[in-house]
T-cell receptor
Framework: SQQGEEDPQALSIQEGENATMNCSYKTSINNLQWYRQNSGRGLVHLILIRSNEREKHSGRLRVTLDTSKKSSSLLITASRAADTASYFCAPSGGGADGLTFGKGTHLIIQP | KAGVTQTPRYLIKTRGQQVTLSCSPISGHRSVSWYQQTPGQGLQFLFEYFSETQRNKGNFPGRFSGRQFSNSRSEMNVSTLELGDSALYLC?????????????FGSGTRLTVV
């Protein structure tokens, strides 16, 4: 498995604004997954986008994937205080491929 | 359905001791992965078990070991504990090919070595 690199490392925005974070990776993938981790807790699977998909939505989340640039972005619209968390991307080769995580983007939503 | 259950939630051990952590995956999931999370190193993959066999392994010393039982429950063991082993240990369960569908994580076991 390969590691994704999230950018920025930290992001602080006002409640109600949109938050965008990016992920870059190095080699071809089967899919790319995004996870959220609230402080000191386990990771929560948010969304999985396959290599043949360009955009995917889930509630207030929008994920894009550009395989030519080997990058993905996660957009959270109308942010809420409960969105404060660390967000990790995980590029996956699929199958039995495990996940390798980067340092994540630490998102803080200011009330 | 029940989520991934990790026990215990918190643990304090002394240097040199050994510790066993437990993970019960989601019913029907046969893949169990273990991760170590520390402020300095972030999330690091330890190993993955599928049908009682270690299928993938990270870059950790032999003091870290694991096993999986026929009911898919998994345990990981750390022997001769060091201060640097203090971390949040996360377990993740998945289907036969979890790389295709994603993983479900437990809430973790917070291990403190003193």
């Amino acid at each position: 498995s390969q590691q994704g690199e999230e950018d920025p490392q930290a992001l602080s925005i006002q409640e109600g604004e949109n938050a965008t974070m990016n992920c870059s990776y190095k080699t071809s993938i089967n899919n790319l997954q995004w996870y959220r981790q609230n402080s000191g807790r386990g990771l929560v699977h948010l969304i999985l986008i396959r290599s043949n998909e360009r955009e995917k939505h889930s509630g207030r989340l929008r994920v894009t994937l550009d395989t030519s640039k080997k990058s993905s972005s996660l957009l959270i619209t109308a942010s809420r205080a409960a969105d404060t968390a660390s967000y990790f991307c995980a590029p996956s080769g699929g199958g039995a491929d495990g996940l390798t995580f980067g340092k994540g983007t630490h998102l803080i939503i200011q009330p | 359905k029940a989520g991934v259950t990790q026990t215990p939630r918190y643990l304090i051990k002394t240097r040199g001791q050994q510790v066993t952590l437990s993970c019960s995956p989601i019913s029907g999931h046969r893949s169990v992965s273990w991760y170590q999370q520390t402020p300095g190193q972030g999330l690091q993959f330890l190993f993955e078990y599928f049908s009682e066999t270690q299928r993938n392994k990270g870059n950790f010393p032999g003091r870290f070991s694991g096993r999986q039982f026929s009911n898919s429950r998994s345990e990981m063991n750390v022997s001769t504990l060091e201060l640097g082993d203090s971390a949040l240990y996360l377990c993740a369960s998945g289907t036969t090919f979890p790389g295709n569908y994603g993983y479900t994580f437990g809430s973790g076991t917070r291990l403190t070595v003193v």
